[in-house]
Structures are given as C-alpha cells and as structure tokens.
C-alpha cells in the first residue's frame, strides 16, 4: 500500500463519536433556534475566543502544570470535566468540531486521504459549510492561527483556500508538528519557514496580531489559537514512500520544548495509576495481546511525558500573554474564551505506548474549559459534553440559530442552567473510529508494530446518577464494557472471557446480559445517527417518548425487544474508511422501533 508520508504523519488524531443521550423531556424540535443569552452579556453579540491544543490530556494531570491556565481559566471559568471527543485522532476531531457533525456524518474520518485530512474536508463540501463561515454570516470577523487541519500542505493550501477567515495563518503539512522547524501561510500568501524559532512562540505572535486587527473594527470577533502542543515532535523524511516502511519515511520524538522550559519538572513521571503497565493484560483486540513495558520502555515514555509538560509551558505564557492584552484592551467583560483540545492522549496505560486512537477515558475525556461573562467562575460542571456541541454553543453565543444538521446541542454556560441540565441533558457520547492506531514513542519489542490495524470500532459512553459505562464493538467483533463506577480505570474487560468472574449476578438490578441488550441497541442506533437523532436516540428506539434514558430502557417490559428481536452491531470485516457495507445491520433499513403496546410488531 502506498501512502504519501504527510499522510502517515498525521496519523495521530482519530475522533471518539460521542453520541449524547437524552434525557430531555422537551419536544424534539424545541431546541433549533438561539437560547437565552448568558448573563452580562447585554444583549450585543460577544467576542469568542476558541483555544484548542493537540492531544492534551485530561487524565494525565497536564493542567497541574499550567498555573496560568489555572489562575485564567480555570479558576475565572467553568471547567467542563466531562467533557469529551467523538473521534480520537486530529483531523476527524476537529472537522467534527467546526461542523457539528460527527465522523460518520462528515465523513473525514481519518488524517489523510483517501477517507481524511484537507483534501477530503474540502471534497464533502464543508469548506463552504462550517463554523467561520456561519459566523461571519452572523457578522462576525473571524481569524484563525496554527494548525487547521491533518493534510493541509505546502502543496495543497490554494487548492482552495481555506474560506471563512478575515485573517488566518496557518501551520501547513509536512511541517506541522516540527517544533522548530515549522512553515505558517497567511492569507493568500506563499509558505514561510520559521526554521530555529519555536512554534508556539511563533504562533503566540500572530494570535496577538489578529487581537490587534480585530478590534480595530467595530464587528465582534471569533480568534481560533491552535498551536501544536503537546503533540509529539514528527519530522518527515520523505514526502512519499510505502506505508509499510513508515519508519524510513516518519519520525516521531517526544514533543520539543522551548530552552527556557526544557530543564522542568525533572523528577515527574507519568501518573502511576492502577492501568499503568498493568501486570495483567487488559482491553480488547490488538490492546490486549500487547506485552508488559521493560523498565528502559517506562523510562523513555517518563521522558516522553515530561517533554509534554514542558512544551505546554509555551502555550501557558501564551494564555497569558492573551489575558493580558484583554485586560489592557477593556475586552474581558464581552470575551468568552474557550479551552479545549482536539484529542487525549495516552502514555503507559494498559501498556500502551504513547498515542490516542483509542476509546479509553484518557483519549476521549479532554479539557474543556469556558470563561466569559455570566460564567461561574471556579466551578466544575459534571454534565456530558461533547466536541459536536461546541458549534452548537458558539452559533448560540453570536446569536445564530442552530443548524439543522447539528449532531449536538449548545452547552449550557450559566451555573443554574448547568443545574438544569444536569436532569435532562444528554447522557451519551458517540465514540466511533476507524483505520489505524499509531505509537508515537519508541518502538522496542522487536515485533513491535509503528501502526496498528484493524483499530476500527464503535463506542459510546453513558454516564448517569447510578451508572458510567464504556461499551465499544470493534470491526473485529470483539466487545468491551466497563463498568467505571466500581472499574474506573477500565481494567475489566466485562465481555472477555478472561473476566467472567468479575460479572456481577445483578447490574443496576437487573442482569448483566439485559443491561448489554441496552446498550448495544443505543450503539446501533448512534452508529450511523443524524441530526437530534444523535442528541435523543432513545426517541428512535422508543418513538412513544415514554424512554429518555437507560434507566427507563431497562424496563422489564423491553426485555424481549431488546434481548432477542433488535439486531446486534456487528461488523463483516474491518475497513479503513466509513465503508457502509462493511459495518453490519444498519439501523435506518435492519432496526426495530418499540411500538406502545406491542411487543415489536412494527417497524414503519
Ligand atoms: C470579513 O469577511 C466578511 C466576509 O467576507 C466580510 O463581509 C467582512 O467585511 C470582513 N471584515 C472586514 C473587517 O474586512
Ligand atoms: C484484522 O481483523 C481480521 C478480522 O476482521 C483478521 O482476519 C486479521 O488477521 C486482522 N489483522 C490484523 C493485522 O490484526
Ligand atoms: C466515505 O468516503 C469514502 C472515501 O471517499 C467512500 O468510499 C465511502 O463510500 C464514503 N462513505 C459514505 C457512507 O458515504
């Protein structure tokens, strides 16, 4: 198979599908159209700031490190702490963020082409129909610095433009993730080499600059600041070459820190928590045949994880520098600044080497974090997020209505209608992936593989009062389901015959397989979800409206449209790309929909 090297390189970033669940008791159609604005905001449209790192984790403790994120954002704002990725890899995560659409919607579902990158979000048309676009059509200047998306090159960067910004500046492929060795294109203008100088310094300049432009005019303004950090380090060796060779073609290091921070935090160590280089296998699939780290192993991703802490450091001082001129400029009271990252990350965990791709909590729970008028500051909102909802909230915050293809919904800002939400928001995420895995670090068994296949899988997540479940099916048709409550670092495996003896006689009161039965229907129908579909999938299921969330599903009286008449998901065979035929019963033409009264009998 031949891939070209910009391709492999940005092997790093795949989406989880989050699918929210809903517990709403509003009517379906009820939430198109702007809700009430967050306080202080008097009614004129505000300033969006929209910051968003590469591969952050959440899990890892990265944000123990920023004590300017801290003394900014997170004690000033409303931390977001389950907040989560649909797709965990770059590309597929950020077009998701700026459409609103998950993966199998946008279909860019990868980092390259054929089934991702630039290329692809350009040929699905979403160059004319996505965030800056809608923004400015809500009068909005919009500007934009740093990494834009994977496959976006010095090669294709006029093939066209990117469209929607007032200003942008972006970081281009090959380049993209060589610290210092990057080349940003503004405007219309060629590709400029900032060879010695540090990225995110770069970067830091220009998000300044735009701040600068932006208020010279009398619109409000939406800035997006994408620098690199803590991505790993990729210098590319080759622009073209065969996918089986990627070491001749691709090098990944351990993400490059500026002088000033590279002496930190010498004696830090990745967490030791329960699933770090566990003595026991755990997962699914290729992660459960994957061996225990050697201690030189362990070592090296120590070093790995505290070169991430160290090029954050650039990205604190550059928040800083942001709040600064804010401050100076009279801007903080009509800014609202949001944190977030396009993936997790993990290093170590169920002895994984560095990477994401994965659905385990720490590639898909992420940062976010929202501060602006009205916003409680120092507060911790525990209501599922995800990233298909942050188009969602920024239209509502410019005042625009909601599209009618979004597959989220806004996220409420104010504390009392975080409270509010806490009974009828949605209580799922759509994870879904599809192609390979990439390891980042070192690779040192010698059957140790730089990328991964058949790491195609759907997930989702459920969170509520009395459950918090991961449940995924892989192309493989292997299974997971943790159970996080009583497993929160995922090291059972409910479905691997390994684990039998940890299944509990009774789950949430009823059996263990009925409680499966649930969540594999919510699966099927989020697989290939549209639109409030997405937000409200029980409806689907339960069109009666009497089922809003798990709990009501459990109902003895679904047990037998749930256990024996709904289809299973399951896959034919595993693709790199959303390939329908390959990913088994489909909901919309092989699913079935509860009828009041009846125990299945129709399906119109
Ligand atoms: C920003 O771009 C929009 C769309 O092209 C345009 O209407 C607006 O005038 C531009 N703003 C400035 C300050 O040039
Ligand atoms: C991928 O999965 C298929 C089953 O769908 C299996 O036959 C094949 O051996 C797997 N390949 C790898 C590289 O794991
Ligand atoms: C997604 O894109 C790929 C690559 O172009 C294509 O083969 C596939 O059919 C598309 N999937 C859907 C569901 O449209």
Not at 158 to 168: D, E, I, M, Q, T
Not at 510 to 525: E, G, H, I, Q
Request: aromatic content about 12%; some cysteine; charged content about 25%.
């Amino acid at each position: 198979m031949r891939f070209s090297g910009l391709a492999v390189a940005a092997a790093g970033l795949h989406l989880s599908v989050v699918a929210a669940q809903d517990g709403s008791q509003k009517p379906l159609d009820s939430n198109y159209g702007p809700s009430p604005k967050p306080e202080g905001t008097s009614g004129k449209q505000p300033n969006i700031i929209f910051i968003l790192t590469d591969d952050q984790d959440l899990h890892l403790d990265s944000l123990d490190y920023t004590p300017l994120i801290k003394k900014h954002l997170i004690d000033q704002g409303t931390l977001y702490r389950r907040h989560y990725c649909t797709t965990a890899v770059c590309c597929p995560a950020r077009v998701s963020l700026w459409t609103g659409r998950l993966a199998h919607n946008t279909n860019v579902t990868d980092v390259n082409p054929p089934y991702g990158g630039y290329p692809k979000f350009v040929s699905q048309g979403l160059n004319s129909n996505y965030l800056p676009i809608w923004l400015q059509e809500a009068g909005y200047n919009t500007y934009y610095t740093g990494k834009l998306f994977n496959a976006h090159t010095i090669f294709n960067y006029h093939l066209p433009y990117a469209a929607g910004w007032n200003g942008s500046d972006f970081l281009l492929d090959p380049f993209t993730y060589s610290y210092l060795g990057s080349r940003f294109q503004r405007n219309k203008e060629w590709p400029r080499s900032y060879k010695g100088q540090h990225s995110v310094d770069v970067l830091a300049e220009k998000a300044y600059g735009f701040l600068d432009d932006a208020v010279k005019d009398d619109r409000p303004f939406f800035i997006g600041i994408a620098p690199v950090a803590p991505h790993s380090n990729v210098e590319i060796a080759s622009l073209d070459g065969d996918f089986d060779n990627i070491e001749d073609l691709v090098h990944f290091t351990p993400p490059i820190p500026a002088a000033r921070h590279a002496h930190l935090f010498p004696d830090v160590k990745v967490p030791r928590t329960p699933h770090f280089n566990p003595d026991e296998p755990s997962g699914a699939n290729w992660v459960r045949r994957l061996k225990k780290q050697s201690q030189e192993n362990v070592d090296y991703n120590d070093h790995f994880y505290r070169q991430r802490l160290r090029t954050l450091q650039s990205v604190d001082e550059l928040v800083d520098g942001l709040f600064e001129r804010l401050g100076a400029k009279g801007l903080l009271e009509n800014t609202f600044i949001i944190y977030t990252t396009d993936n997790g990350y993990h290093i170590g965990q169920h002895r994984l080497q560095p990477g994401k791709e994965c659905g385990f909590e720490e590639d898909i729970n992420i940062p976010l974090i929202i501060r602006g008028p009205g916003v409680a500051p120092g507060k911790i909102a525990e209501i599922v997020t995800t990233h298909v909802d942050l188009a969602p909230t920024i239209l509502n915050l410019a005042g625009a209505p909601a599209r009618a293809d979004f597959d989220g919904e806004a996220i409420p800002l104010r504390e009392k209608e975080i409270a509010a939400a806490a009974t009828t928001r949605h209580e799922h995420v759509t994870v879904e992936y599809w192609g390979f895995a990439a390891s980042e670090g070192k690779l040192f068994g010698k059957d140790e593989k730089r990328l991964i296949l058949n790491n195609t899988y759907k997930a989702l997540r459920i969170i509520g009062e009395d459950y918090n479940f991961y449940y995924s099916v892989w192309c493989t048709n292997d299974h997971e389901l943790y159970d996080l409550k009583t497993d929160p670092y995922q090291l059972h495996n409910l479905l691997h015959s390994d684990e039998e003896a940890k299944v509990p006689a009774t789950f949430l009161g009823v059996s263990f397989d009925k409680v499966v039965s649930r969540l594999d229907a919510l699966l099927f129908v989020l697989k290939s979800c549209k639109a409030q579909t997405c937000v409200r999938p029980w409806h689907a299921l339960h069109p009666a409206g009497n089922v809003l969330n798990l709990r009501d599903a459990l109902s003895e009286r679904f047990d037998y449209f749930y256990g024996t008449q709904q289809k299973k998901v399951s896959y034919d065979r595993c693709e790199l790309g959303y390939i329908i035929d390959s990913e088994g019963p489909q909901f919309e033409t092989d699913g079935l929909v509860y009828r009041h009264g009846a125990r299945w009998d129709e399906w119109a």
